[in-house]
């Protein structure tokens, strides 16, 4: 009997080492899995942390392959987020990465676009040192057979030479590299490369043979959703007949782009629609994984007792023996909670975070294309374009705050208004002087703080549009009383086209109402706006 004990006891450590302790191996891959989950979402600080605890793990076991690896895949986050020193810094320090073909082509490719995207003086030779790498690291990876890398290197190698050099020797590489995904049948990067060939083909006055790659790619794209492929290979069609003077295939290939641009946003708001859904339905699983963390709680201290008990029982008599059985079922009961804790709460906040980081990126990258379309278009449009821009940024000010600092069901009005006044500064070259009155307290839903943002834009951009002064102080008032709270914007013009209700005051009267405001007055003659409103 006291063998069976001793087998149990023996039992119990493997099966507490199983429960709790992972390999190194396993450890180092969880965290890069993590770390590359963060990177798809944007979470790039979470990514960061993800990576260094993955080269600390890599150097304690003295796993030089996988630390470099790590630590090439830590540059490329901090090249994605601009921090261009600290990632070279990183890449410099990789000492015996020859010893491994890959990660030192790898590396070589990351110290290439980070000296790239980096700002130099102008005597720094920033294009030598492009070059240098690139030079490096397309033979090495042409040597060791890695295709798809020689063909990304010779892309960026042909983009710099293009822009610093010759465009015939760029037309060389960009060939060369469109062989490469064509034979790996990458089509995507195919149709950027060519893209690139026909927009100097374009240049050079060659219209037949850029008409020829034309005709090539929308084959490639036709039945395909890849509308940002289609938006760029649209717009330079459209520029070029614009160039013709030809207006009728200019409006028609612009009008092609637009309706690609509409495909890629209901693609985008039918995705985000579906992450709203799984949103819901991990809500719920957070809640029940908060009601069995309770019982966890509970069971964690009981369990823990059972086993400090077992283990310092060498003598067990046969209760003791059942209750370890117990134990084991417990530890396994366990097991499976935390894990539905742990999975429900990593979902909830990837989803979250994925939700409005997408809607921000949806929404800057519509600003881009209405900025690109808004360049060849008339002047007389332009305060057209910079309205409807400034409504988007306000919506986009609104996700980039949640994503930033995590989903809030309430946003602090100060902090809204703050990120808007600062997105206008830039705007208009430090023309505005925004001063402030804005109670802290104020807290106000996500959905419904939005409107308040609209309405602030209304008036900012009422105030650019009407006054003519090179200077312009703006005061914004959000104050705390009894039982209400009021809204007060302050510009001191004189809106003459206003006076009579116009556009301008009627949608400001249609905000306000959206939001529940009330006591609604204007005084155009001084640009005073003001109403009151529930919390």
């Known amino acids: 009997m006291v063998k069976v004990y001793i087998h149990i006891i023996a039992l119990l450590f493997l099966v507490s080492f199983h429960a709790i302790g992972q390999t190194t191996d396993s450890l180092y891959n969880y965290h890069c899995q993590k770390a590359n989950k963060y990177t798809d979402v944007s979470f790039y600080t979470s990514s960061i942390e993800e990576w260094q605890e993955a080269m600390a793990i890599a150097e304690s076991s003295g796993n030089e392959e996988q630390y470099i690896n790590a630590v090439v895949s830590l540059a490329e986050v901090l090249r994605k987020i601009q921090y261009f020193d600290l990632g070279i810094q990183h890449l410099r320090s990789i ?35 492009v070059r240098k790498y690139l030079h490096i690291a397309i033979p090495l990876a042409e040597k060791h057979g890695f295709r798809l890398e020689v063909a990304s290197l010779k892309t960026e190698l042909g983009t710099i030479t293009w822009r610093y050099e010759s465009a015939e020797k760029g037309l060389e590489l960009f060939y060369s590299a469109a062989k490469i995904f064509m034979d790996e049948q990458d089509m995507g990067n195919y149709v950027n490369v060519m893209i690139h060939v026909m927009d100097i083909y374009y240049q050079q006055g060659r219209t037949t043979e850029a008409n020829e790659i034309s005709e090539e790619l929308q084959a490639i794209l036709k039945d395909k959703k890849w509308y940002t492929l289609e938006v760029i290979l649209y717009n330079l069609i459209s520029y070029q007949h614009r160039l013709a003077a030809d207006s009728l295939n200019y409006f028609d290939w612009k009008l092609k782009s637009k309706r690609s641009q509409i495909k890629n946003m209901e693609d985008l708001n039918s995705k985000q629609m579906a992450a709203f859904r799984v949103i819901h339905d991990t809500q719920l699983l957070k809640e029940d994984a908060i009601k069995k963390a309770r019982e966890l709680e509970q069971q964690k201290r009981r369990t823990k007792e059972l086993v400090f008990y077992i283990m310092v029982m060498l003598s067990l008599t046969l209760i003791t023996a059942g209750l370890f059985i117990r134990e084991i079922g417990l530890k396994g009961k366990l097991k499976e909670i935390n894990d539905q804790l742990v999975e429900g709460n990593e979902k909830y906040q990837l989803l979250l975070l994925e ?25 007389l449009f332009k305060s057209k374009y910079d309205r409807l821009t400034g409504k988007i940024h306000t919506i986009s000010a609104l996700h980039k705050y949640l994503y930033m600092d995590g989903h809030n069901e309430l946003v602090r009005v100060k902090e809204y208004f703050t990120e808007i006044f600062a997105l206008y500064r830039d705007f208009s070259d430090a023309r505005i002087t925004f001063k402030p009155d804005l109670d802290a307290e104020v807290l106000i839903k996500s959905e419904r703080i939005v409107y308040f943002g609209l309405i602030l834009n209304e008036l900012i951009t009422n105030s650019l549009e009407h006054n003519e002064d090179e200077h312009l102080t703006i005061e914004v008032h959000v104050v705390v009383h009894e039982k209400h709270v009021s809204f007060c914007y302050l510009d001191y013009s004189s809106f003459k086209e206003l006076k009579n209700e116009g556009t301008g005051i009627r949608l400001i009267k249609q905000l306000v109402n959206r939001v529940e405001g009330y006591n609604f007055h204007s005084d155009p003659s001084s640009g005073k706006y003001k109403f009151d409103f529930y919390v």
């Open 95 to 129: 000492k015996n990465s020859e010893k491994y073909p890959l990660l030192h082509v790898r590396k070589l490719g990351r110290l290439a676009a980070l000296y790239n995207e980096q700002t130099f003086p102008p005597e720094f030779h920033q294009y030598d040192s």
């Open 355 to 379: 939700s409005n980081h997408r809607i921000k990126n949806n929404l800057q990258m519509i600003i881009s294309m209405i900025q690109f379309d808004a360049k060849s278009q008339p002047k």
